[in-house]
Structure formats: C-alpha cells, structure tokens
C-alpha cells in the first residue's frame, strides 16, 4: 500500500506551543524506514556534503535537516535541498537549542522506523546505507523487529578518508537479531559512539528520552540512557557511517572541551545518574557490565580533563563524584572500583599525572586534535 507523503517546511515559533507547518504535496511513496536527523548550526560549508552522501539511497529515506538558528546560509542550503528532493528531504527552522535540541526535534518529526543522527560535517556510506534499508525492509520476517541496529564506523580526516575504522563484529554476528544475552561481552574498552548506533523511532518516544539544550556532548546521555529499552539488537557488520575529525573548532578539540568543563561535568553526573546500582543489576548481565564500564569510561574522560585544568577541574571532580554518592552511595563504591575509575583515584599529583597520561595517549591513537 502507497500513502501520500508531504514534505514539511516547519518553523517552531519559540515561546509557543503551535507551530506552523507549510505543507507541499510530493509524489507517492512506500513507507519511510530509517529518519537520519541532521542538526545543522552554521553548517553552510560542509553539509550539502553530508547530505548528498545519503540523497541516493533511496527515497524510503526521511532525511529531517533541523536548522538549529543558524545565522549563515544553512537555511537557504537546507530548503533548496529539500526542494530538489522534496520525496526524501525535511526541513525544520527553530531557534538556537544547540545539538541535543536538534535531536529532540528529529524525534519528535521522526517518520521512519527507525531514526539515526548524522554531523552536518560527516557523512554516510550510500552502499552500506542501502544495505541498511535492505535489513530493515526484512525484520518483519524476524520474530522480533530489533531495538537498536549497531554498524561499524571509520575516522575520516582533512588528509586521510577512512583513517581509523570501528568494528563491533567480536560482540555480534553479522545479520542476526540478537539479544543482550546472545552476544559476546564488551570488551572493557570497547563503547558505543552516537555513530554507530540507530534506533527504533517509537521506542525513543515511549521512554521519552529529552536531551539538554544548550549543551555539549549531551550525546553521551542520547547513546547511554535508551540501553535498558533495548531487547534486541541487529549488526550491520559495514561502515556505514563516516566521522570526520581535524577541524580545530570541533567540539571534540581538547582545547574546546576544557572551555567547556563544567558542560562536561555535568553531562557525566546526569548519565551515571540515570540509573541506580540496583537498576542495572536487575538488567542482562552483558548489559549490565557494558553500562558500567561505559559511565566508568565517561568518568575516566572527564576526570582526565579535570586533571589538565587543575584551577577549575578539581573543584568540578570532588562535586562530580559528591553527586554520584548523595545519588547512590552503593553505584558510587561500584565506580570507583571500576579499573577505568581506579586509575582516577590514585591519591596526588603522581595519579592525576597517570590519568592524563592515558588519556592523551588514547586521543593521539584515533589522532583526535
């Protein structure tokens, strides 16, 4: 069965609860499967790039470009884009929220089955992400339709595509629907990353999962807190998804990041808060382990960048690991016990020197800036 498809230019009005939709009549398509929610700010040089890199796959894409205030010609680039393509492409102006607004937009404007995030300045595999169509298009056939799909990723930079790949074929099987307790266990270092991962739109909804404003790396919350939602699991064994690094005004360059430690801080207390000790215990085993030794990794991280910035950073610590005990004192003895913790507390300068250490030994691997 064929349904009539409208194209929406939407503009959010701030302040108010209605919104106005301008609606343009497209042609008739088959049921949208995967929404890929681009939250562009200020993306005019690179995201016709990202966006192209997706346009031929199909148009039972739902690409939703969410025009997050910007004050160059993002707008512009965004409505002629979804003019070209008015079967596959959405626009949506709203003022400034920062990147987890824009996420929070795709999931609530969402059409798809399922919905997955793109960096206006990364970019997708057209090949793998038909293959990706083709996996969704057969779950009805599985007994079970997946929560989340899992795909591999590469590292992009200005002077080397594809400089550093991800792979997560040691924890599931290639093209099977799996369980937390069917799969292999994480590898203690081993974590997912916002590119690696989609969603099944509706279990996004039903959990009502809301991501800060004005924050970043609130993706940390967007990748940790839907877990427990998460029954079964697909593997797209390919990668799918391309992650550039390089620019010096990303939000991952170091110097950025400590500008913005208390942001830092406090997406690391709101994730290894969401859920008490007791709570993950009651989860999959697998699961359970993967959960703490992803909040231990992000306490890791973040303690490291405390470390680096010793004026502001150990005041942001002590109220970080406050926060976590007056929350649970028992997931509070749990972290710290953790060996991606424990590092972290090693008394003196000496364990503060370690922590850093690692950490920047870590970046220089994958060559984050």
């Known amino acids: 069965m064929s349904l009539t498809f409208h194209t929406h230019i939407i503009h959010y009005n701030e302040g108010e609860e209605t919104l106005l939709r ?9 049921m949208k499967l995967l929404t890929l929610v681009v939250p562009c700010y200020n993306s005019q040089d690179y995201m016709e790039h990202c966006i192209m890199s997706m346009v031929p796959a199909g148009d039972e894409l739902d690409i939703i470009i969410v025009d997050d205030g910007s004050t160059d010609e993002t707008p512009a680039i965004a409505d002629r884009l979804a003019a070209a393509y008015p079967d596959r492409i959405r626009v949506v102006h709203q003022p400034n929220g920062g990147h987890g607004e824009g996420i929070n937009t795709g999931i609530r404007c969402a059409e798809g089955l399922y919905m997955k995030t793109v960096d206006s300045d990364d970019r997708l595999d057209t090949e ?28 992009d930079q200005v002077d080397r595509p594809a400089a550093f790949s991800v792979r997560y074929n040691h924890v599931f099987r290639p093209g099977h629907v799996e369980t937390w307790e069917s799969c292999h266990a994480f590898p203690i270092w081993k974590q997912f990353m916002i590119h690696s991962l989609a969603y099944r739109t509706q279990m996004l909804r ?15 919350l967007y990748i ?44 690391a207390e709101s994730m290894v808060t969401s859920y008490t000790l007791k709570e993950l215990r009651a989860l ?27 004026q502001k950073g150990l005041k ?54």
């Open 316 to 369: 942001y610590n002590t109220r970080m690991w406050k926060t976590i005990y007056d929350f649970d004192p028992e997931l509070w003895k749990r972290m710290r016990r953790n060996p991606l913790c424990f590092i972290t507390t090693l008394p003196g300068k000496l364990g503060q020197k370690l922590t850093v250490f690692f950490y920047r030994t870590g970046r220089k691997v994958i060559s984050f800036t």
């Open 224 to 267: 940790y807190q839907p877990l427990p939602y998460v029954k079964y699991i697909y593997y797209l064994p390919e990668p799918l998804y391309g992650y550039f690094i390089g620019r010096p005004d990303q939000s991952i360059h170091e110097d950025i990041i400590l500008r913005r430690l208390d942001q830092c801080t406090n997406i």
């Open 284 to 310: 999959p085993r697998k699961l359970r382990n993967y959960m703490i030794n992803n909040a231990a990794g992000q306490l890791f991280t973040v303690s490291s960048l405390q470390f680096i910035d010793h």
């Open 128 to 155: 793998a992400l038909r293959h990706l169509l083709d996996a969704i298009r057969s779950f009805p056939k599985e007994p079970h339709m997946p929560d989340m799909i899992v795909n591999d990723y590469v590292y």
């Open 22 to 30: 301008i609606c343009v009549r497209a042609s008739e398509f088959v």
């Open 206 to 220: 039903d959990m009502h999962l809301e991501l800060p404003k004005h924050t970043f790396y609130e993706d940390n």
